[in-house]
């Protein structure tokens, strides 16, 4: 999917992966209400990086393809092409999965 977003600064555009649920003995479906919000995704694109109090860019620790962790309630979410995907700052993103 190419993706018409392009993220400024020190944003990243993610589009978050849901956890498997397994339960034993059956199958359970939960209510979107009751799912935990996912904290794990994929890195879709990624802005230049910040500028320092010189003016000098700050390079960005991740790329687009990356797999991460962010925070419970970080990034703002936003539809586009009928895809839900979070928009967030480098900050909140917590780690790269690898």
Do not use: C, W
Request: hydrophobic content about 40%; charged content about 30%.
């Amino acid at each position: 999917m190419a993706l018409n977003l392009r993220p400024l600064g020190d944003r990243v555009v993610i589009e978050a992966v849901e956890q498997e649920e397994t339960f034993a003995g059956g199958q359970l479906v939960l209510p979107e209400t009751a799912k935990e919000k996912p904290q794990q995704g994929k890195v879709l694109a990624a802005g230049p990086g910040r500028h320092d109090e010189s003016g000098k860019r700050i390079q960005m620790d991740v790329k687009a393809g990356d797999r991460v962790l962010f925070a419970k309630y970080a990034g703002t979410e936003v539809k586009i092409d009928g895809k839900k995907l979070l928009i967030m700052k480098e900050t909140d993103i917590l780690g790269i999965v690898e």
